[in-house]
């Protein structure tokens, strides 16, 4: 492999001539085609060996014949060229339609804008190394995001102690916890860390492939054994985030851990939809009444219609009032889906615990919540 050649498929001539003369300034060969045809007919000659096969493939979604999601399809199945880094140079912003992208296996993508010559040479760099250290495909973690319909479900309690667990269980592999419950997060108060970065600033100052400085804005937590990505401490610094890096920094951070847990808190957000859509499942988390369950129902019927698969979802019920309420089956009935778990009713445990900063495992170690959150730990390994 010419570790030099880059393959551009895109429509735009203009784009094509600037291109051209950026990557050759840069020391790159560049092979341009303008549509998605002969992008499939250089593919079959890349496969019988007739010409060497690229380095990476830039490409443009708005083709003239293709779509780009069309082309990028059918790369990603050859054999010869599934593990080729591509990057997507669009003007589109579609947070969803940029999360697909990255679950059918692109590098990274960057928006058609000016001044953007330095964030994509630094991509191109990027994948390429990740390409050749065999890092671009076989070394990704899995993301799990949490969410519910509702409020006061207990869900970040939820997701930080399950992630918590599963750390213990999976040690020496490594497990983020990110916080993007807008407009103010609460991992950081959960866990009693102290920080001035959060992933508002970070999404605001950081390039989703300059991994060193991402990691820089993670933190270790004392007493658990998850790294966190801190949430917005005000109204005033959540608006810092900028959506359309979300999913891309979040693919860089799944190369560098093993799980990724991601707190969506209540909002069905198009940001949280985005999210959703990359994840490897939604966990949704529930309380045993009627408003939960019409609500739930509502948003999982959302959430096909944007093409999540109802099998990528996960729910956990969780007592966090009391003893009463719906039972099991009739909230299943009424959501349509299964209940994998229940974590029975704490009383003031979870409080207690939580105003301590300490997992719940580490003070109540052998009661029944404890045994539910290893299980279900278990379950998302």
Not at 13 to 21: C, V
Request: hydrophobic share 40%.
């Amino acid at each position: 492999m010419d570790k030099h050649n880059i393959l551009v498929i895109d429509s735009d001539m203009a784009t094509q001539i600037w291109l051209g003369n950026l990557l050759t300034s840069h020391g790159y060969q560049m092979d341009g085609v303008q549509n998605g045809k002969e992008g499939l007919e250089k593919l079959s000659t890349y496969s019988d060996g007739s010409i060497e096969i690229p380095a990476l493939v830039i490409i443009d979604l708005e083709l003239v014949d293709l779509t780009g999601e069309e082309v990028i399809n059918i790369y990603r199945n050859n054999p010869t060229l599934g593990e080729i880094p591509i990057i997507v140079f669009s003007k589109r912003q579609d947070l969803l339609e940029i999360s697909r992208l990255f679950q059918m296996g692109i590098s990274d993508y960057v928006t058609k804008k000016p001044g953007i010559e330095n964030e994509l040479l630094g991509k191109i760099s990027s994948s390429m190394l990740r390409a050749q250290t065999g890092d671009a495909m076989n070394k990704k973690g899995k993301l799990i995001s949490f969410f519910s319909a509702k409020g006061g479900n207990g869900t970040s309690t939820i997701c930080l102690n399950l992630a918590h667990c599963l750390a213990e269980n999976v040690s020496p592999k490594k497990v983020l916890v990110v916080d993007l419950v807008l407009p103010i997060g609460s991992i950081a108060i959960m866990t009693g860390t102290q920080h001035e970065n959060s992933i508002a600033n970070m999404t605001a100052e950081v390039k989703p492939h300059d991994t060193h400085k991402l990691k820089s804005f993670l933190l270790p937590v004392e007493n658990w054994s998850v790294s966190i990505l801190p949430g917005s401490e005000s109204v005033k610094e959540s608006q810092k985030l900028e959506p359309s890096r979300i999913v891309p920094i979040l693919n860089s951070l799944l190369r560098a851990f093993d799980y990724v847990f991601v707190d969506l808190g209540k909002t069905l957000s198009t940001i949280s939809q985005s999210v959703m859509n990359f994840s490897e499942l939604i966990a949704v988390v529930v309380s045993p009444d009627l408003l939960t369950a019409e609500l739930t129902q509502i948003a999982v019927g959302h959430l096909n219609q944007i093409a999540i698969d109802r099998e990528n979802i996960f729910l956990i019920m969780n007592r966090a009032v009391g003893l009463a309420g719906l039972t099991k089956l009739e909230m299943e009935e009424k959501i349509g889906l299964k209940i994998q778990r229940t974590v029975p009713y704490a009383r003031e445990n979870f409080t207690l615990t939580t105003n301590k900063h300490m997992p719940y495992i580490s003070q109540f170690k052998n009661d029944g919540i404890s045994i539910e959150l290893q299980n279900l730990a278990e379950m998302l390994e």
